[in-house]
């Protein structure tokens, strides 16, 4: 089994014992993306999922993948209200043939963010 940790600057470092990514045998286990700075200072729901994108965008490309390689995303919201302005921002990022997906409304997130999302995407 090979097993490589991926690592970038241009997303938020882990806040615990976990990684930003690991790619093991050509496919890539993105960890959960927040924004944490976005939900502390009150941004839209749109805001912090563009930034949560961004994020998955920059991890991708330091495995030097991009979204066309995601097979599956795994959604967490706050509240299933904001499931539209997620969804529009999130489906900007597919235009087409977009990945299996979820999206689960949950109690609470870390930092009290509004929405996490993971990805895994394959060579």
Known sequence: MSKKI???EKAPAAIGPYSQAVLSNGTLYVSGQVAIALAEAGASIEDETRQVMENLKAILGAAEMTFE????CSIFVKD????GKINEVYGSYFSVNPPARETVEVARLPKDVNVE???IAVL
């Open 6 to 8: 991926i690592f970038t």
């Open 69 to 72: 390689n995601v097979v599956k």
């Open 80 to 83: 299933m209200n904001n499931f």
């Open 117 to 119: 999302i993971s990805c």
